[in-house]
C-alpha cells in the first residue's frame, strides 16, 4: 500500500483533476446526476476505456471525448475525472436525487481551481483555492504568480471559510484542496491508480 506521502505525490502534477465525493448516491446514480451529458451508457470502466480509445478522427461531436470513473471508499461514493471538470458543475435539481453531501475539487494547468461542499442540496462553501492564501504570502503555481495584476476577475467565494480549512498551508492549492477534502470526509488520502483500478462504473462525455 502506497504511503499518504506517495499518494500526495500521485495528485501533484500538471494534469486536469477533478475528484468527487458525495453520500446518499450509488456510484451509477453519481454518475448520472453529476455527468448529464453523457455520450455513452453508464459501463463497466474497461469497455468505456474502449470507448475513450477510439479514432475519432475530425468528428466534431467526440473531440474531445473524457471518462468518469465512480466507486466507492470507505463510506463514500466518488467520480474522478483525470480530464474533465464536470463534477465540479453540479447544481441541485428536483428531477434528481440530491447528495445529503457533496465535496468536489478541480484544477486544470491554466491553474483554474474550484473548491464546493454542499450538505443536502444547500451549499456550504465554494470558493478558487488560489486566492485561499493569506494576502502576501508566496501564491504562485506553474510558474504563474497568482497575486499578479494580471490575473484579474478573481472569483468571489460563497458561504463563511470552514474550521476545517484551518491549519492548512494555502500556498499548495492542489494539496491544501485535497487536504480539506480529506478533513470535511474523514476519509483517507486516496490514490488515483486505484481509484480508477477499483472504479465499478464509469460513462464517456465530451468537452
Not at 69 to 88: D, I, L, M, Q
Not at 168 to 175: A, F, S
Not at 180 to 198: F, H, I, K, Y
Request: charged share 25%; hydrophobic share 40%; proline share 8%.
Amino acid at each position: 500500500m502506497l504511503e499518504q506521502s506517495e499518494r500526495e505525490l500521485e495528485w501533484d502534477d500538471d494534469s486536469e483533476r477533478c475528484f468527487t465525493i458525495v453520500q446518499g448516491l450509488t456510484p451509477v446514480q453519481a454518475l448520472q446526476v453529476l455527468v448529464p451529458d453523457a455520450v455513452t451508457d453508464i459501463a463497466p470502466a474497461r469497455e468505456v476505456e474502449h470507448w475513450l480509445d477510439a479514432p475519432w478522427g475530425l468528428d466534431e461531436q467526440v473531440e474531445y471525448p473524457e471518462i468518469a470513473f465512480a466507486g466507492t471508499h470507505e463510506g463514500w461514493t466518488w467520480v474522478f475525472e483525470p480530464n474533465g471538470f464536470a463534477g465540479s458543475n453540479f447544481e441541485p435539481s428536483t428531477s434528481t436525487p440530491v447528495p445529503s453531501r457533496y465535496i468536489s475539487v478541480y484544477w486544470n494547468i491554466n491553474a483554474v481551481m474550484r473548491f464546493r461542499y454542499l450538505v443536502d442540496g444547500e451549499l456550504g462553501r465554494d470558493f478558487d483555492p488560489l486566492f485561499r492564501a493569506d494576502d502576501g504570502a508566496d501564491n504562485e503555481l506553474n510558474g504563474v504568480d497568482l497575486d499578479a495584476d494580471l490575473l484579474v476577475g478573481e472569483p468571489v467565494p460563497e458561504g463563511d471559510p470552514l474550521p476545517q480549512e484551518d491549519d492548512i498551508d494555502w500556498t499548495e492549492p492542489r494539496k491544501a484542496s485535497m487536504s480539506l477534502l480529506v478533513n470535511l470526509s474523514g476519509v483517507s488520502w486516496p490514490s488515483t491508480n486505484d481509484l480508477v483500478r477499483s472504479a465499478t462504473a464509469a460513462v464517456g462525455y465530451t468537452i
